[in-house]
Every structure is written in C-alpha cells, then in structure tokens.
C-alpha cells in the first residue's frame, strides 16, 4: 500500500486551528511543538489556544447551534454525516499517517481501525433518523395527551486524550451531530494533528461553519476554561480519573452535563480450560497493543495456578517476539510511548515492580539500541510473582506491562479481580459456557469480553463502572446523553 504524504505534516510546519470555518491563530499569538514519538523530530507547530480562544469558539459553536445547524433536517444530517463517511474512507491513509507520525500507533493497527472507526460514523447517521419521543395517554386525566420530544443539547465541548485521536474524536463528533449538537474540540496537546485533519475533511464534506471547531491548547490553559464555560451545554471527556474529577468540579457553575470514559486496570482471567493457543496472543495484545497505552488494557492478568507457569512462559516468549520500532513500518507490531514523560513514568513501574519482589520474565526496559535510541520506546513486559497489594497490580500503568497474578477458585479471582476502583472492562478464557456466563455477570465492568479482547461494536455501549467514569459511548442509549426529552401536555 502507498502511504500518502498528509497535508502539513512531518515537516514542521505551522498548522492553525479551525474555529468558526476559519484557520485561526491563538488569540496570544503563541504556539506549541508537537513531535513524532518514534524519532523525537518536531512535525508541526500549532495555536497554543487560551481562555480568550475558547470563549471564541463557544460562541461559533453557539451562532451555528442557533442558526444554520438548527435548520438542518434529521435527514440532512444523516446525509451530511455519510458524506463524511465516505470522504473519511478516500483519506483513510492520510488519517492512518497523522496518527501513526503524531502519536505513534502502528499503521498496521491504524489501517485495522477503519471499520471500527466508519463504522461509528455510519450508525450514528442511520442513528440520525430514528431520534422520536413517545406519546402517553395521562394517567392522572383522561382529557391530557402527553408526548415527549428529544431536543439536542445545545453545545458540547469534547475534551479528548492522545492515544487514540482519530477514534475519540468520532465517537464524540458523531453522536453530536447526529442530535443536531455542535462541537468545541480540544484534542490533547500530545497529538492535536489528526483531530485539525478531521476538521478539514469535515469542512471539505460540507459540515457548517462552527458547527465542528477544534481548538488545539493545553489542558490548563484550554480545557479547563472549555470545562468551566457557562456557555457549553455539555462535556464529553475522555482521560485519566484525576482529570475527570476536575472536570466534575469545574462544570459545576451552569451545572452542564458530564459523560466521562477514564482510567482502568482491567482483569483479564484464564481458566484451567481456556483455549491457551488463542488465549496467549489475546491476552498480551490486550495490553502490548499501542504500546499499552489503550484505557481498556488487561493488565492484571488471573491465570488458574493449574497453567500458570505454562501460560506466562508463552506469554513472555510471545512478549519477546514482537516486532518493536517506528509505526511507520508496516510490519510493526509496538511503537513508542507518546513522550518521554511517559518514558519516564513507565521506568518508573519497571522499578517499582521489582523492587516490590515481582519477578520480571520479559521485558523490562527501555530499549535504545541503533535507531530506537531517538523515541520512547519500552520492551513488552511480563512480571511473575505479583501480588494484588503491589503498585504495578493497582495503578494503572498505560505502558506495556502485564501482571501475572494465579489463582486456585473462580470465586476468589472474581472477588480479587473486582477488588479495584476502576470497572472498565474485563476478559475471560475458558471452554465452559456456564464459567463464561457466570463471570460476565459477577465482574463489575462496562465490557467483557469472552475468548476475545477489544471487540467493539457501534451498536454496543462502551463505559465504565465506578472510577472509570460515567456515561456510555455506543449504542442507541448514548444518544440520550446529547439530548434532553420534553414532555408536552395538551388537554383534548
Ligand atoms: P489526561 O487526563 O491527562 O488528558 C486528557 C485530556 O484532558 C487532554 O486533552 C488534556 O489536555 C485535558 N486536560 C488535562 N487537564 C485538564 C483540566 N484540568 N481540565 C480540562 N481538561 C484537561 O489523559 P491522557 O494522559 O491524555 O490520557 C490517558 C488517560 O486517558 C488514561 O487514564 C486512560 O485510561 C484514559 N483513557 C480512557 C479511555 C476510555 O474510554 N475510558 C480511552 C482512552 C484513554
């Protein structure tokens, strides 16, 4: 396949952001470096956007939900939104490159993502047309016909990390304009290039100005004035809990709605009778995949004590054969952490595992050999002999790290596998329909996955349990979060 060179990128050039159907500078004037994590190159400059700058796309957003975007037909946006689809498929490489170059994923994996990704647009189109109230005979007076209408929220500021730019933007963007919200976007300032990309073809799809803008800034500087803004209806979030619970705080002055998808540590749990063949891949890509750095990573991983030892020393010759380097190469199988903060953090955990007395069977640093030197790359690590008190079992890495953990009956693993604050998601292997049951229902997570990992489905809610946040994304009741039901009442 050719890779085809994205508009403005791996150059350095300055970019703008995109507020109001215009390319604009930050109202200071200042920029900020975003660099490609697999080779340390600076690949573009962008606005480093401000309060100023928010209050300015909030009212773009607000001008197009009053005006142009209000007049548009539940059809129309359906329309609209397939064209975007469609636009999004003829420049799925130019995507797939953005956030290979700004972030780091593979681009076998990113090219992978396509279904998910026009998937999502397309069934939040379909979803377009099929937003109806209800209507209810009074129960209190015979003479009172009641129906319900849902109406769009109004604005939505979408707060977005970087490990995943091109999905999480979609999975915002889609449902809002489908209910006929519009969009303030502030991507991270770790990867700001795909979501500029995004804003581009949806411009070029024909979206109206103001209905999409993407305002590029750090998290104090622009997303928390974007969280406090007594002109949003509504935040989007997706990031770490600590800065979903400043997020909370900071809604609190118009009281607008919060949906929040955060941290997690996944339990991932292997019976005696799994399928080990399968079981051994699924299991170390549900955290290897984006260099770990995925919400939804299984890294807590329960294998019946009966396997064990059997099971981790598959994993960590499979760990070990992993193709590591620049995403770029199609036959890359793990890339770089985002920055060398990341770096950092991640070491950080290598320590601290073995300083906690976990054994380390691969893995386990940092590799800089040759041209690896020049990015933040970690090998594929295993550790053995964790306990569920040590801090690599209980905090939630986002690096390529898997915590072996036995366990001897399913009611202990469930209890030790629940025994978290976090409820994201959880895996289970096993041949028995009965096990295969019972655990889904017993573990306290917003996904499980059976025999398989990161399955996702746009008809199906994703979200979390406990202190991975609230809210769903996916799935028709997700649309009930843009929008807020009327009830009307006339006497007949
Ligand atoms: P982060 O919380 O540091 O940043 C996320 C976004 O919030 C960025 O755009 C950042 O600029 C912004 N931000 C930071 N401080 C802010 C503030 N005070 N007010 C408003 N906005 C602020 O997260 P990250 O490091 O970019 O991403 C990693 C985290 O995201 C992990 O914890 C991971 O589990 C989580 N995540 C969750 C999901 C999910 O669906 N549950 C998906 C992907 C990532």
């Not at 109202?27 to 697999?38: C, I, K, L, Q, V």
């Amino acid at each position: 396949m050719t890779i085809i060179q994205p508009r403005h990128l791996l150059d350095g050039s300055h970019r703008r952001m995109f507020i109001g159907g215009a390319w604009v500078e930050a109202a200071s004037g200042e920029t900020f470096e975003t660099r490609n994590p697999a080779t340390g190159t600076v690949i573009a400059t962008v606005p480093r956007a401000g309060k100023k700058d928010i209050e300015r796309a909030v009212a773009a957003a607000r001008n197009a939900f009053d005006g142009p975007w209000s007049r548009f037909k539940p059809h129309e946006r359906q329309k609209l939104l397939l064209k975007v689809a469609d636009l999004f498929e003829r420049h799925w490489e130019e995507i797939c490159v953005s956030d290979t170059t700004d972030m780091g994923l593979p681009i076998a994996r990113a090219r992978g993502n396509a279904n998910r990704v026009l998937g999502m647009l397309r069934y939040y189109a379909g979803m377009a047309t099929a937003l109806h109230g209800q209507t209810i005979d009074n129960s209190l007076s015979g003479d009172i016909i009641s129906y319900t209408r849902k109406e769009p929220i109004g604005v939505v500021g979408a707060i977005i990390p970087w490990n995943a730019p091109t999905a999480a933007s979609v999975w915002k963007i889609g449902p809002a304009l489908a209910t006929g919200c519009t969009v303030v976007l502030k991507p991270s300032e770790e990867a700001p290039l795909t979501p500029l990309l995004i804003a581009e073809l949806m411009a070029e799809a024909g979206v109206p100005d103001g209905v999409v803008n993407v305002v590029t800034g750090t998290g104090a500087e622009a997303g928390a004035p974007l969280a406090e803004h007594m002109g949003v209806d509504k935040i989007v979030f997706t990031g770490s809990t600590a800065t979903g619970q400043s997020i909370v705080r900071a809604s609190a002055g118009n009281l607008k709605r919060v949906s929040l998808e955060l941290g997690g540590k996944s339990p991932v749990i292997v019976c005696a009778d799994a399928d080990l063949e399968r079981a051994v891949p699924v299991a170390a890509m549900s955290v290897f995949a984006n260099s770990g750095q995925i919400c939804i990573a299984g890294s807590r991983l329960f294998v019946a004590r009966s396997i064990h030892d059997e099971f981790v020393a598959r994993l960590a010759a499979y760990a070990a054969g992993l193709r590591i380097g620049d995403g770029i190469d199609p036959e890359t199988e793990i890339g770089p952490l985002i920055s060398p903060r990341q770096l950092q953090r991640v070491e950080g955990y290598l320590r601290a595992g073995s300083e906690e007395g976990a054994r380390l069977v691969a893995g386990g640093t940092r590799l800089s050999r040759g041209a690896l030197a020049a990015g933040n790359f970690v090998a594929p690590t295993v550790f053995s002999g964790v306990t569920d008190t040590m801090r690599i079992a209980r905090e939630e890495i986002f690096g390529p790290v898997i915590s072996a953990l036995p366990f001897d009956t399913l009611d202990e693993v469930v209890r030790r596998a629940n025994d978290t604050p976090y409820g994201l998601a959880a895996g289970v292997f096993t041949r028995d329909l009965t096990t295969a049951h019972q655990l889904s229902r017993r573990l306290q997570a917003g996904s499980v996955w059976v025999n398989t990992y990161h399955a996702i489905d746009p008809a199906v809610p994703f979200g979390g349990y406990k202190m991975s946040g609230y809210g769903r994304e996916g799935g028709a009741e997700h649309l009930d979060e843009y929008l807020n039901t009327k009830g009307v009442f006339i006497r007949i």
